[in-house]
């Protein structure tokens, strides 16, 4: 039995925020932020919109492409850092806005990883559960944790989510090939590295981060994870036709293809006018680059991250 995906899509919210737009209350500019980390702009969700609400807007789309009743969904994940509340879930609020009353539903929080994480687990359960069908979103608001005062951490980041239908099949010839997991917890250190200071959803508390650390381990595991999973699979770079990475800095991508031998050439970067969405960001340039054409059923794919925790992970899939 292999997973497949047949439903992709994303949303963003409507409002853009340019670098210029942050000059005019912050002490920055677009050359200090576009030369540093890639980013233009990001999407920033409005006082009504919420983790939940982007989740509802892209798991409905998701749903149509992949031509699925509603009732035929089996479980619903939803990977997010920045839920509407601690609890109830922000999948079951997806749960009751779809009409998917047969599916059980849970939020999974692996920070940036959480994309990667929820790949895997859901896999993982729909051959140990022999489950059908899994809708998996990734969805956050992380502008609304940010210190908006604080130029060295709010220029980084934006909101959206990105959906996709699951489903299993009989036919190996695609499908989740390998996923790859790891965590790093060791000694208070990696807190100081990177971490909302505050209870979910106090907004006393912010995103706090050593960027520089942060740089360098993403770049050393995220290039680690990528070789490994490759070894282990028995597959080379050449066996990939695309690198999507979580997509929170172009600097770090191109210093890992630099200093890793990755090539550019086959990386996905949408950190452009998306900014760091967190667990979202590589549903967001998938179903991005699938929409323009660039990335085609049958291509064979790499996706990477890493995040606060430290957690970090890869997967390959094949359209
Ligand atoms: N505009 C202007 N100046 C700024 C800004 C800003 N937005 N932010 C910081 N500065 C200043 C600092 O105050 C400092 O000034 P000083 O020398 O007078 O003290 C100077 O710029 C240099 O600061 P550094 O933090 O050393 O700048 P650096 O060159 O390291 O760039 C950056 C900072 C872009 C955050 C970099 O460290 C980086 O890319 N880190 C990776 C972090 C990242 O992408 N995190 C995303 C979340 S983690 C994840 O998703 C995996």
Avoid at 206 to 212: C, D, E, K, S
Avoid at 226 to 238: H, Q
Avoid at 288 to 305: N, Q, R, V
Wanted: aromatic residues 6%; negative net charge; hydrophobic residues 40%.
């Amino acid at each position: 039995m292999k997973t497949k995906i047949t439903g992709i899509s994303a949303y963003l919210p409507s409002k853009v925020v340019t670098n210029d737009d942050l000059s005019k209350t912050l002490d920055t500019s677009h050359e200090w932020i576009y030369t540093r980390t890639g980013i233009a702009s990001r999407h920033v969700s409005a006082d009504d919109e919420t983790t939940s609400t982007l989740a509802i807007k892209a798991a409905r789309e998701a749903i149509l492409k992949a031509n699925i009743d509603p009732m035929a969904i089996d479980a619903i994940i939803v990977s997010t850092t920045t839920g509407d509340s601690r609890f109830p879930s922000c999948a079951c609020k997806v749960q009751g806005a779809i009409g998917a009353y047969k599916a059980f539903a849970f939020d999974l929080n692996a920070a940036c990883s959480g994309f990667i994480y929820a790949l895997a687990v859901a896999d993982s359960m729909m051959k140990s559960m022999h489950l059908k069908n899994v809708l998996l979103i990734a969805s956050e608001t992380i502008t609304k944790f940010v210190d908006w005062t604080d130029r060295s951490t709010c220029v980084l980041f934006g909101d959206g989510a990105g959906a996709l239908v699951l489903q299993s099949s009989n036919d190996d010839s695609s499908g989740i090939l390998a996923t790859k997991l790891y965590s790093n917890g060791e000694e208070d250190k990696f807190n100081a590295i990177l971490s909302h200071n505050g209870p979910q959803n106090d907004h006393r508390g912010y995103v706090t981060m050593a960027g520089r650390t942060v740089f360098k381990y993403a770049v050393e595991y995220m290039a680690q994870s990528m070789k490994e999973i490759l070894s282990e699979n028995n597959m080379t770079i050449d066996d990939i036709d695309w690198i999507i990475p979580h997509q929170a800095n172009k600097r770090i991508l191109d210093t890992i293809c630099k200093m890793h031998d990755f090539p550019i050439e086959k990386m996905i970067i949408t950190t452009e006018n998306h900014a760091n969405t967190s667990s979202a960001s590589i549903p967001l340039a998938l179903s991005e680059t699938m929409d323009k054409g660039t990335i085609k059923k049958g291509d064979t794919l790499l996706f990477t991250a890493l995040g606060a925790g430290l957690v970090w992970g890869s997967a390959i899939v094949k359209l």
